[in-house]
């Protein structure tokens, strides 16, 4: 398989990037798929989403995300708001590389992040694969709730420990602007959203709620957890299942 691996630019910041071509592909298709909070492109939900799209005989790109994996940037610095810049960036760049049919795929954040992103670069997005994106996030923060830890909403403090690491303060002051039901409802393309039967981190019930506010937007269900952790075939298949569905229609 070929494989290039370089620098995407975005204000400064440089984002590390892997595209991967499958033996036959139209290269005008292309998936670009994202990784979430703390994670990185090799994670194996990641290269999973990214071998779905290759058997369909796309181009997948994957990207470490600013402040993540091999790209510049701090994790305690980086915010949603940054993400989605560097998601616009990267869609820049594959339409320099003469990609027309980009596919969009975000696990988690990096698929709430897509989220934004699609809206704000809808002519150019085919189609929208959201992996148990975290729109809970942005609502649970409304209240003053991140994974498991309470806070004065409007009094948010400097900082906050995360899995391994702190986040700032501007983290979670501007996820608390975002409106993720807004967006999907102006997002009028082909949306899959996969939600993990047992995950431990997006409730099912926001996902549903999710499904019902995108125009075109279709719901399937994976075994396991927010990773989908022994279960890799089971997202290939319904990723899969959907490429080829809008393949068929068109």
Known sequence: MKTKEFNIMDEGVRLYAK????????????????????GNME??????????FRQCGMVSLRVDMQGHGNSDGLYAKHTLFKWISNICA????????????IYLCGHSQGGLAAMFAAKMRIDDIKALVLLSPAVNICHGLMEGKFLGYS?????????????????????FRTAQ??????????????????????????????????????????????????????????????????????????
Not at 43 to 48: A, C, G, L, S, V
Not at 91 to 100: A, L, P, Q, R
Not at 152 to 165: A, I, S, T
Request: aromatic share 6%; hydrophobic share 40%.
């Open 151 to 171: 806070f004065d909403p409007l009094h948010v403090p400097q900082r906050l420990k995360v899995f391994d690491g702190w986040l700032d303060g501007d983290y």
């Open 90 to 101: 990267v869609i820049d760049k594959v339409k320099e590389e003469g990609h027309t049919d």
């Open 19 to 38: 595209m991967e071509y499958p033996e036959m592909s139209n290269d005008k298709e292309i998936a670009i798929v994202l990784h979430g909070l703390a």
């Open 43 to 52: 994670e194996h939900q990641i290269d999973t989403a990214a071998k779905a």
């Open 177 to 250: 602007l975002l409106r993720p039901r807004d967006v999907a409802q102006c997002f009028a393309k082909e949306t899959l959203i996969v939600a993990a039967k047992e995950d431990e981190l997006v409730p099912l019930d926001e996902l549903v709620q999710l499904q019902s506010q995108y125009p075109m937007g279709h719901l399937s269900m994976v075994e396991g957890n927010h990773c989908y952790d022994g279960h890799d075939d089971e997202l290939s298949e319904v990723i899969d299942d959907f490429i080829i569905r809008l393949k068929t229609v068109r």
